[in-house]
């Protein structure tokens, strides 16, 4: 089944202890996003990436990281979680950035105590 | 900086009447408009993929429409269903995808 797997679903965590959420597609997709949606301020980009080894800033990427280092794979990183970071993430792939479809994973609900 | 809007926020509506959602954009310079289906606690689902060129997409009950001129799109959705009660969204791609806030949609029985 062509999908986005997103894990974990849910995390609690500290403030300071560094985590990986982490995001894989079996659709051999080039594109891959993460998003974070907060209520009232919809989905915002944080970091995206156009092929292995090809990542750029989202609208949103301060206090985050990312690597590509295969294509099925982007695992998105939080050095030091801060508690404005408890959001509800979303990892996101596509053939293409523009005239494709965009696929989401189910999400990974973060509190940042 | 585009600004997508969707209005109304709620909408609420018996079993079998026909969905009206709407979404508006500042900028018309687009690459195509995606129109998504969120249920609580999960990912978006791509519903429907309006191309800059296309007037409207259709998918079963489904039926989006585009006017880029006017930065606006409809999404009608024909003989509503319980299950269809969710929260609809919007995307405008310009190069980068900017969402709207969404519609919640409660179908009553």
């Known amino acids: 089944e062509a999908q986005v797997t997103q894990n974990p679903r849910y995390l609690i965590t500290v403030t300071g202890k560094k985590l990986t959420v982490t995001c894989s597609q079996n659709m051999n997709h080039e594109y891959m996003s993460w998003y974070r949606q907060d209520p009232g301020l919809g989905l915002r980009q944080i970091y995206y990436?156009?092929?292995?080894?090809?990542?750029d800033k989202g609208d949103v990427p301060e206090g985050y990281k990312v690597s590509r280092k295969e294509k099925r794979n982007f695992p998105l990183i939080l050095e030091s979680p801060s508690p404005n970071q408890t959001s509800l993430y979303f990892c996101?792939?596509?053939?293409?950035?523009?005239?494709?479809?965009?696929?989401f994973g189910s999400g990974t609900q973060l509190s940042v105590l | 900086k585009q600004e997508v809007t969707q209005i109304p926020a709620a909408l609420s509506v018996p079993e079998g009447e026909n969905l009206v959602l709407n979404c508006s954009f500042t900028?018309?310079?687009?690459?195509?408009l995606q129109w998504f289906r969120q249920d609580p606690g999960k990912g978006l689902t791509s519903l429907l993929l309006i191309q800059s060129s296309q007037r409207e997409q259709t998918s079963g009950r489904l039926n989006a429409s585009l006017d880029k001129s006017s930065g606006r799109s409809t999404l009608y959705i024909a003989a509503s269903q319980p299950g269809d009660s969710a929260t609809y969204l919007c995307a405008v791609n310009d190069y980068k995808l900017s969402f709207g806030a969404g519609t919640t949609v409660t179908v009553r029985a």
């Open positions: 996101a792939s596509s053939f293409g950035r523009v005239n494709e479809k965009l696929f």
């Open positions: 990436s156009m092929n292995v080894e090809v990542t």
């Open positions: 900028d018309s310079a687009i690459y195509n």
